[in-house]
């Protein structure tokens, strides 16, 4: 603790001095899986990566003391060795328990217990003035509330205690298809009444395919001698949805169950996030395969995959959006997206309903008693021409609004000021931050507003737009590693004629080969 009261003490003199210069900062945490463009001066930001230890876990009380950048899979290995873990994991292993308290995060368990923060008993919390408090239900009950969600604008969490539940080595996960969204919606609405179930989420993979998985922990390794243990975290095991689709094809009317470890269930959307990892094989006109995918597995990881994206920019291209709408109003949302995105497969994740209290920056959809909220996944491919991006997210939420809905806030919003606050409580807000000097910390607004990525000028501007320059650029410096959220000064020329010789040696590689193929249409299942 000693380590951890110096480190704090160093950032609250940090925030004073900026405090006292009415100088605004942001803050810088390591790493990020927001999907919004970042970029953090030096000079004009609060460094809590250090912040990243695991401090206690009490067996007896169910309990741990942790900080705020402890990523999930750290998380879940210091409990698990009490045979402990935390109620709801985010499934890609390198968001933070901070991130997860701040930024509203769910996951298959959450039509249980709520979202990640909803596990938290209290935090420590640095305020924009310097001062260091604690909050809890009990102690400033305003703060402990409001800090849940709302993006580290109203302090920099420094510390939280996180209450944890009894774990078990395996989850027995049961896929049951389905041959329609109606089914799919019907089939979560069943499963989210079973006392028996801990995990729920699905897969639809077109409008006639999906699947609904369902998971309860348990300590034996398979329910019959017949039924295999399956993981998904090693290099030449499948990504799970493919694994989901294969065993969908194989079994189009009957459940099939397998037993999986605990720790490559809670991750098994690590590698590939999700399915968005099969366009980066798209992009680089590279065969998606078993064996390209072994190949290529440590660019397949989440935490790579974000760093590269941020790098290239790519970011801007893509549709990443998580959703939740009234489960009334969900067949017209996924028929929406269909229709005018083409998009899936879709994630389908049932989320426990909200009361007005809690809601904060939450995503919430409807108010009718014992309806299910579902959060739809939207990720894919979108307009590379950044108006014709904006006005298609920009739709995206309109629809969303219309069937009463909303969105995460870890992705940009589109919508103008005006449409956002119509949405939350600002006067609350505003009122807290007045409260406890949040001043200096930008707004929620601020943070998650569209912001167009700058076009790059003169010749790097053009060859920027070579195909794949952007692209080998993102993998080459998340090959390189670095803190890729902070400005870097000039890049050297050495690296983008390197970047342009490859850029031109892998075009004319990849033409022969689609022209020895004879592939007029490049297919991803």
């Known amino acids: 603790m000693e380590r951890h009261k110096e480190a704090v003490a160093a950032i609250a003199a940090t925030i004073r001095h900026f405090y006292d210069r009415k100088e605004p900062f942001r803050i810088f945490h390591g790493s990020t899986n927001s999907t919004r463009p970042l970029s953090l001066q030096r000079n004009g930001m609060i460094d809590t990566s250090s912040l990243n230890h695991v401090l206690k876990v009490d067996k007896k009380s169910k309990i741990v003391l942790v900080e705020p950048n402890v990523p999930m899979d750290a998380l879940v290995e210091a409990t698990l060795e009490h045979g402990l873990v935390p109620p709801v994991v985010m499934e890609f292993p390198g968001i933070t328990v901070g991130g997860g308290f701040a930024g509203t995060s769910g996951e298959s368990s959450s039509f249980i217990y709520g979202f990640f923060d909803k596990a938290a008993t209290w935090i420590e919390i640095v305020l924009g003035n310097g001062d260091v408090v604690t909050a809890s239900t009990s102690e400033n009950a305003d703060l402990f509330r ?281 006067e609350g807000y505003e009122t807290l931050r007045e409260k406890w000097g949040a001043g200096s910390l930008p707004s929620v607004w601020e943070k998650v507003r569209w912001k167009e990525r700058k076009e790059r000028k003169g010749l790097k501007g053009l060859l920027w737009k070579v195909w794949p320059v952007s692209g080998l650029y993102g993998v080459w410096k998340a090959w390189g590693g670095g803190d890729y959220l902070i400005k870097r000064e000039r890049e050297g020329w050495l690296v983008w004629a390197i970047l342009l010789v490859l850029g031109l040696l892998l075009g004319m590689l990849s033409l022969v080969w689609v022209r020895h193929n004879q592939y007029t249409r490049y297919y991803i299942p």
């Open 146 to 426: 409001g800090a849940a969600g709302s993006f580290g604008t109203l302090g920099v969490t420094t510390l939280l205690e996180l209450r944890l539940i009894d774990a078990k080595e395996y989850v027995q996960l049961t896929y049951t298809p389905v041959a329609s969204v109606s089914k799919a919606i019907q089939k979560l609405e069943q499963a989210i009444h079973d006392p028996k179930l801990d995990f729920v989420d699905g897969i639809m993979f077109s409008s006639t395919s999906g699947t609904i998985c369902t998971g309860t922990l348990t300590s034996t390794p398979s329910p019959s001698p017949q039924s295999k243990i399956q993981t998904f975290h090693r290099p030449h095991d499948p990504w799970f949805y493919l694994h989901a689709a294969h065993l969908t094809a194989l079994s189009p009317t009957t459940p099939v169950t397998e037993t999986t470890p605990l720790q490559s269930y809670l991750f098994r959307y690590d590698r590939g996030a999700f399915w968005t990892g099969r366009h980066a094989f798209r992009y680089f006109l590279v065969p998606f395969a078993p064996l390209t995918r072994w190949l290529l597995d440590h660019f397949m990881h989440t935490r790579v995959m974000y760093h590269a994206l941020h790098e290239s920019g790519h970011m801007d291209r893509y549709i990443l959006q998580d959703c939740v709408v009234p489960a009334r109003t969900a067949e017209e949302f996924i028929s929406y997206v269909d229709s005018e995105l083409g998009i899936w497969p879709l994630w389908l994740c049932p989320l426990r309903k909200l009361a007005r209290g809690e809601r904060s920056f939450h995503p919430h959809a409807g108010d009718q008693e014992g309806e299910m909220a579902l959060n739809v996944g939207v990720w894919g491919p979108g307009p590379s021409e950044g108006r014709a991006f904006e006005g298609v997210n920009w739709r995206l939420e309109g629809k969303l609004r219309e069937l009463g809905g909303m969105k995460w806030l870890y992705a940009q919003v589109f919508c103008s000021e005006d449409e956002f606050w119509g949405m939350y409580d600002r």
